[in-house]
Nanobody, 117 residues
Framework: QVQLVESGGGWVQAGDALRLSCAAS????????MGWYRQAPGKQREFVASITSGGSTAYADSVKGRFTISRDNAKNTVYLQMNKLKPEDTAVYYC???????????WGQGTKVTVSL
């Protein structure tokens, strides 16, 4: 079983930067891919970024060039560096860990990001 604990959310102005962290514990050896998703009020959760155990990354078009996902295997932690934040980035951001073979996903509790003009 994988447990995920997120931190780093906050209230910022447009153009500012935030760094989200997601610390994984438990059966971390079973994680094939980790990612960040976000959900704004009244909207569906959407994909933001992901990184595989091999280091391959993927980004949503809306954040490409502004956000960077990274992984520190020694600390069992994944990060999301968010630069040049926009009001439309306002959402609750969730960390996800996926085991491809089993199809089991683990989710963090979510951390809120608010970007004002």
């Amino acid at each position: 079983q994988v447990q995920l604990v997120e931190s780093g959310g906050g209230w910022v102005q447009a153009g500012d930067a935030l760094r989200l962290s997601c610390a994984a514990s438990g059966s971390t050896f079973s994680i094939d891919e980790m990612g960040w998703y976000r959900q704004a009020p009244g909207k569906q959760r959407e994909f933001v970024a992901s990184i595989t155990s091999g280091g391959s990354t993927a980004y949503a078009d809306s954040v490409k060039g502004r956000f960077t996902i990274s992984r520190d295997n020694a600390k069992n932690t994944v990060y999301l560096q968010m630069n040049k934040l926009k009001p439309e980035d306002t959402a609750v951001y969730y960390c996800n860990a996926l085991n491809i073979l089993s199809g089991i996903s683990s989710w963090g509790q979510g951390t809120k990001v608010t970007v004002s003009l």
